[in-house]
């Protein structure tokens, strides 16, 4: 099955942009399953961020107002998160995971698969 990591936390300020990917590490490629990202914040529950589907579908959570947008290169191996207009809220462990294509939800107990999580800061 596939394996997850997760590139480019860091720390940054209000109205930034940043750009988390996520890499199949395994031989395996991203073909068949669907791509989450979640995130956790201190204290917090694990929240539902985005999704894209096999079949390149993405959704979004409310929260995301339209600042986030996910894509995904399968010759790279790659599914990207690009964050735009950070605020501090955004602050918290980002996390991608993989479910079977069948499986299509947004609760992160239906994903299968997971990173290993990166750190994003948003502070000014």
């Known amino acids: 099955q596939v394996q997850l990591k997760e590139f480019g936390g860091g720390s940054v300020q209000p109205g930034d942009s940043l750009k988390l990917s996520c890499t199949a590490v395994?031989?395996?490629?991203?073909?068949?399953?669907?791509v989450g990202w979640f995130r956790q914040a201190p204290g917090k529950e694990r929240e539902y961020v985005g999704r894209?589907?096999?079949?390149?579908?993405?959704h979004y959570a409310d929260f995301v107002q339209g600042r986030f947008t996910i894509s995904i290169d399968n010759a790279k191996k790659t599914v990207l998160l690009q964050m735009n207009d950070l605020k501090a809220e955004d602050t918290a462990i980002y996390y991608c995971?993989?479910?079977?294509?069948?499986?299509?939800?947004?609760?992160?107990?239906?994903?299968?698969?997971w990173g290993q999580g990166t750190q994003v800061t948003v502070s000014s």
């Open positions: 995971a993989a479910s079977p294509g069948w499986k299509l939800v947004s609760t992160a107990a239906g994903y299968d698969i």
């Open positions: 395994s031989e395996r490629t991203f073909n068949g399953y669907n």
């Open positions: 894209i589907s096999w079949r390149l579908d993405s």
